[in-house]
T-cell receptor
Framework: AQSVAQPEDQVNVAEGNPLTVKCTYSVSGNPYLFWYVQYPNRGLQFLLKYITGDNLVKGSYGFEAEFNKSQTSFHLKKPSALVSDSALYFCAVDHNNDMRFGAGTRLTVKP | KAGVTQTPRYLIKTRGQQVTLSCSPISGHRSVSWYQQTPGQGLQFLFEYFSETQRNKGNFPGRFSGRQFSNSRSEMNVSTLELGDSALYLC???????????FGPGTRLTVL
């Protein structure tokens, strides 16, 4: 069975510093990978996805993610964090129409 | 283009009752998925519908059911409510399979 893990419940960074939110997955075959963000009292918003092609995927709000097949990882990154990036981030894997979400990582960016 | 809408936004029910939640996808989207979000279990997949057919179902008891209409609108029903069913129920739509999903604001269900 496929699964996705976000090893960090919480990530704290200072504004202007680079940020990384980690995600690893376990699936047989080729996964479709997604990142979503959830702001307080709002639904999830799509950030980016990896289906095939370049391992570095660029998404909304300056975020990017790198697909690493050997490490089965799909870490979310941003070169310079903003206070407004503070939110709950979810990694998801879709394989054979079965979408699984990670537990979420709460990102806090301090001024 | 209007986003995904869910009604009602908030709902309070008592144990043993049943509830129906509604989701209207973005115009042109044919796939609708439902998720349950709780602090303890996180986001859990309930089911997905595409062109009125249930294509996939998560690991939930038979009390949870859904359907999709010809206009792609979807409903989910929970019968014999339990306290543990209290959660935020999210609906998401996408153009097709493996496309990014657009989420609605959710329906917050409280079971007393």
């Amino acid at each position: 069975a496929q699964s996705v893990a976000q090893p960090e419940d919480q990530v704290n960074v200072a504004e202007g510093n680079p940020l990384t939110v980690k995600c690893t997955y376990s699936v047989s075959g080729n996964p479709y990978l997604f990142w979503y963000v959830q702001y307080p009292n709002r639904g999830l918003q799509f950030l980016l996805k990896y289906i095939t092609g370049d391992n570095l995927v660029k998404g909304s709000y300056g975020f990017e993610a790198e697909f690493n097949k050997s490490q089965t990882s799909f870490h979310l990154k941003k070169p310079s964090a903003l206070v407004s990036d503070s939110a709950l981030y979810f990694c998801a894997v879709d394989h054979n129409n079965d979408m699984r979400f990670g537990a979420g990582t709460r990102l806090t960016v301090k001024p | 283009k209007a986003g995904v809408t869910q009604t009602p936004r908030y709902l309070i029910k008592t144990r043993g009752q049943q509830v129906t939640l509604s989701c209207s996808p973005i115009s042109g989207h044919r796939s609708v998925s439902w998720y349950q979000q709780t602090p303890g279990q996180g986001l859990q997949f309930l089911f997905e519908y595409f062109s009125e057919t249930q294509r996939n179902k998560g690991n939930f008891p038979g009390r949870f059911s859904g359907r999709q209409f010809s206009n792609s609108r979807s409903e989910m029903n929970v019968s014999t409510l339990e306290l543990g069913d209290s959660a935020l129920y999210l609906c998401a739509s996408s153009l097709n399979v493996y496309n990014e999903q657009f989420f609605g604001p959710g329906t917050r269900l409280t079971v007393l």
